[in-house]
Antibody, heavy 120, light 111 residues
């Protein structure tokens, strides 16, 4: 059973960089036809896809966040990470990591989510 | 504003059926078979309920079904039960650049 777990600071100051890590257990992050993604959800609002990285390290980002987002893969630690720079209060949200199954086009496993608040 | 349009709310009594729509464009819902639906209870992560328009993952009751016509996908929940009360989000693959788009979510209330 694959499990994903987000970790990182729950509070980030405005203009700083939000950094989160998703630790994957129960399977290798470097095998299979998957994309590893970050998704966020502001309180009381819907889901927003942030970006993805595949097992080869190729990335794609939401065009609205592209200039501020970096996603990276660490196969030695079986984890992937999100960096979002120059944050504002609008970036306050629950951040989820999730696995996208390329063959069937859906997210099958999700982390439990972690709340990140941007405030001074 | 979400890329896919869902009604903000839906409701039904126990045992009844309810259908939630999800409208996109030919660049997402209408252009690919990769439409999926997620159930989210308060404070929990989304859970996959339907993938590839109408496929159910193992463990999801057959009361949940999906379909698509043109640029609109639909999720039907039959024989409503109290535990079905949750938010439901549709999602569609949108090509290699935009990748995936979500609907704004529908709050399903079991009366």
């Amino acid at each position: 059973q694959v499990q994903l777990q987000e970790s990182g600071p729950g509070l980030v100051k405005p203009s700083q960089t939000l950094s989160l890590t998703c630790i994957v257990s129960g399977g290798s992050i470097s095998s299979g036809s998957y994309y590893w993604s970050w998704i966020r959800q502001p309180a009381g609002k819907g889901l927003e896809w942030i970006g993805r990285i595949n097992t080869s390290g190729s990335t794609n980002y939401n065009s609205s966040l592209k200039s501020r987002v970096t996603i990276s893969l660490d196969t030695s630690k079986n984890q992937f990470s999100l960096n979002l720079s120059s944050v504002t209060a609008a970036d306050t949200a629950v951040y989820y990591c999730a696995r996208w199954v390329t063959t069937w086009g859906h997210f099958d496993y999700w982390g439990q989510g972690t709340l990140v608040t941007v405030s001074s | 504003q979400s890329a896919l349009t869902q009604p903000p709310s839906a409701s039904g009594s126990p045992g009844q059926s309810v259908t939630i729509s999800c409208t996109g464009t030919s660049s997402d819902v209408g252009g690919y078979k990769y439409v999926s639906w997620y159930q989210q209870h308060p404070g929990k992560a989304p859970k996959l309920m339907i993938y590839e328009v109408s496929q159910r993952p193992s463990g999801v009751p057959d009361r949940f079904s999906g379909s698509k016509s043109g640029n609109t996908a639909s999720l039907t929940v039959s024989g409503l039960q109290a535990e079905d009360e949750a938010d439901y989000y549709c999602s569609s693959y949108a090509g290699s650049n935009n990748f995936v788009v979500f609907g704004g979510g529908t709050k399903l209330t079991v009366l």
